[in-house]
């Protein structure tokens, strides 16, 4: 999953990445901010449901789908949103506790 955020980071996200963890007593959160243009609306809401289509000059939008998925598996969350001044910060939330699969 890091991989694919860490691809599509490098590919379109200006060539550079601040990254910073965080803990809380429920979740561990993760956060990796790219510098590149930034994304649309409706882009952005794609994204966050993991239904994000095929594009021009890009790829098929499958990994962000892994990626969900991945993260739904784990009792996590994927959450992207804009950056202050453009690019995009994805937020990726792991649950303290393990879910019950891999108890």
């Given at each position: 999953?890091?991989?694919?955020?860490?691809?599509?980071?490098?590919?379109y996200g200006g060539g550079?990445?601040?990254?910073?963890?965080?803990?809380?007593?429920?979740?561990?959160?993760?956060?990796?901010?790219?510098?590149?243009?930034?994304?649309?609306?409706?882009?952005?809401?794609?994204?966050?449901?993991?239904?994000?289509?095929?594009?021009?000059?890009?790829?098929?939008?499958?990994?962000?789908?892994?990626c969900h998925r991945i993260?739904?598996?784990?009792?996590?969350?994927?959450?992207?949103?804009?950056?202050?001044?453009?690019?995009?910060?994805?937020?990726?939330?792991?649950?303290?506790?393990?879910?019950?699969?891999?108890?």
């Open positions: 999953m890091f991989r694919i955020l860490f691809d599509n980071i490098r590919r550079r990445m601040d990254m910073g963890v965080t803990d809380d007593a429920d979740y561990t959160e993760v956060r990796l901010r790219d510098y590149g243009l930034g994304v649309s609306a409706a882009t952005l809401a794609a994204m966050n449901e993991g239904t994000l289509p095929r594009q021009t000059g890009h790829g098929s939008g499958i990994g962000l789908r892994i993260m739904a598996l784990h009792g996590g969350h994927l959450h992207f949103r804009k950056g202050g001044a453009g690019g995009l910060i994805a937020i990726l939330r792991f649950p303290v506790s393990a879910p019950e699969q891999f108890l």
